[in-house]
């Protein structure tokens, strides 16, 4: 597989060069594929912490795997370009810590992919459970399930205008500001990369933020989509769980590392309607709990397990997590 030219853009759905990982794919049988990733030895935002750099961000390579569900429908199984993607599940586990070290050059990763299930209507496939077995330098480092659909540009309009109106919405979403956390908090650098609000505690533990959806970044927002992308939504996420874990005393700073992640996304998340992020309480060597709400719904729950690179037992065992 190559690693010297990226695979175009438009393939990925992304619209800056610098943010296509993906360099190479190949068939081999009906339902598996190689994907060939590099990863950067520095990225604006995977690789802004306050933390260890010597390691790759585990979003990073679930970045990576999740372009993968657009060359696998558009390259091999026929999805037209301009069809519009919506992810419903994500998880994904670190199996070897020491295969995220950073080296003196990119790094270049295999990813071995393989479709597990394929969702389908009267016309035909709507959708693919994906599967991902991520390996760097003939170590496995990441394994992830990704299940995903998609839907011609006519019905996604349809879809979104009838949610948006019965909403009270208009038709072009207007994001919601609001005042960032201090990015020191969530082990960031950039206040850019704050993506919550200062976080609250209630009575009874449970830890809330609003997310902020900040359409002008250049990574959560690559390109204008109409509701708050899955990935921005896993950020916030992990950025109340950090905090939630060092006030309760189970993390020593805001540095952790997600090495364990289950999410179901369970309806659009708008940009203009308040979202709140949501924690439970946090126990020594438990997963953390979380979920986002709006206007009285689930928009998405999270079960994440997070470590801190300098403790090496904790990096070394994830927990086992169940199958956006």
Same mark, same amino acid.
């Given at each position: 597989m190559q690693f010297t030219r990226t695979l175009p853009r438009e393939l990925v759905h992304r619209a800056a060069l610098a943010e296509v990982f993906?360099?190479?794919?190949?068939?081999?049988?009906?339902?598996?594929? *190689? =994907?060939? #990733?590099?990863?950067?030895?520095?990225?604006?935002?995977y690789h802004d912490t306050l933390g260890d750099r010597a390691r !790759?961000?585990?979003?990073? *390579? =679930?970045? #990576?795997?999740?372009q993968g569900i657009y060359v696998v429908a558009h390259r091999y199984l026929d999805v037209?370009?301009? !069809?519009?993607?919506?992810?419903?599940?994500?998880?994904?586990?670190?199996?070897?810590?020491?295969?995220?070290a950073c080296g003196d050059h990119p790094t270049q990763a295999v990813v071995a992919t393989r479709v597990e299930h394929r969702f389908r209507n009267r016309s035909g496939p709507t959708g693919l459970r994906l599967r991902y077995a991520m390996t760097i330098g003939g170590r496995e480092a990441l394994h992830a399930r990704i299940d995903y659909s998609w839907m011609s540009p006519s019905a996604w309009t349809r879809m979104r205008a009838g949610q948006r109106g019965a909403l009270g919405l208009p038709e072009t979403p207007v994001a919601l500001s609001g005042r960032r956390v201090q990015a020191a908090r969530v082990g960031r650098r950039d206040p850019d990369n704050a993506v919550i609000t200062a976080p609250r505690?209630?009575?009874?533990?449970?830890?809330t933020a609003r997310l902020i959806p900040d359409t002008g970044h250049p990574t959560l927002y690559d390109h204008w989509v109409d509701h708050v992308p899955g990935m921005l939504e896993l950020e916030a996420l992990r950025q109340l769980a950090l905090t939630a874990a060092v006030d309760a005393g189970t993390l020593p700073a805001p540095t952790a590392l997600p090495v364990g992640l289950t999410a179901r996304f369970r309806c659009f998340a708008e940009t203009d309607l308040p979202l709140e992020c949501r924690t439970g309480p946090v126990l020594p060597g438990a997963d953390i709990?979380?979920?986002l709400h709006q206007s009285g719904n689930l928009a998405a729950e999270v079960r994440l397990r997070l470590a801190d690179p300098a403790t090496t037992g904790a990096l070394a065992a994830p927990a086992a997590h169940s199958a956006v």
């Amino acid at each position: 597989m190559q690693f010297t030219r990226t695979l175009p853009r438009e393939l990925v759905h992304r619209a800056a060069l610098a943010e296509v990982f993906l360099t190479d794919a190949e068939r081999h049988g009906e339902d598996d594929f *190689l =994907l060939a #990733a590099q990863l950067p030895r520095r990225h604006a935002f995977y690789h802004d912490t306050l933390g260890d750099r010597a390691r !790759h961000d585990p979003m990073l *390579l =679930l970045e #990576a795997c999740r372009q993968g569900i657009y060359v696998v429908a558009h390259r091999y199984l026929d999805v037209p370009l301009g !069809h519009k993607f919506l992810l419903r599940s994500v998880e994904f586990e670190v199996s070897d810590p020491e295969a995220l070290a950073c080296g003196d050059h990119p790094t270049q990763a295999v990813v071995a992919t393989r479709v597990e299930h394929r969702f389908r209507n009267r016309s035909g496939p709507t959708g693919l459970r994906l599967r991902y077995a991520m390996t760097i330098g003939g170590r496995e480092a990441l394994h992830a399930r990704i299940d995903y659909s998609w839907m011609s540009p006519s019905a996604w309009t349809r879809m979104r205008a009838g949610q948006r109106g019965a909403l009270g919405l208009p038709e072009t979403p207007v994001a919601l500001s609001g005042r960032r956390v201090q990015a020191a908090r969530v082990g960031r650098r950039d206040p850019d990369n704050a993506v919550i609000t200062a976080p609250r505690t209630d009575p009874d533990g449970t830890r809330t933020a609003r997310l902020i959806p900040d359409t002008g970044h250049p990574t959560l927002y690559d390109h204008w989509v109409d509701h708050v992308p899955g990935m921005l939504e896993l950020e916030a996420l992990r950025q109340l769980a950090l905090t939630a874990a060092v006030d309760a005393g189970t993390l020593p700073a805001p540095t952790a590392l997600p090495v364990g992640l289950t999410a179901r996304f369970r309806c659009f998340a708008e940009t203009d309607l308040p979202l709140e992020c949501r924690t439970g309480p946090v126990l020594p060597g438990a997963d953390i709990e979380c979920s986002l709400h709006q206007s009285g719904n689930l928009a998405a729950e999270v079960r994440l397990r997070l470590a801190d690179p300098a403790t090496t037992g904790a990096l070394a065992a994830p927990a086992a997590h169940s199958a956006v």
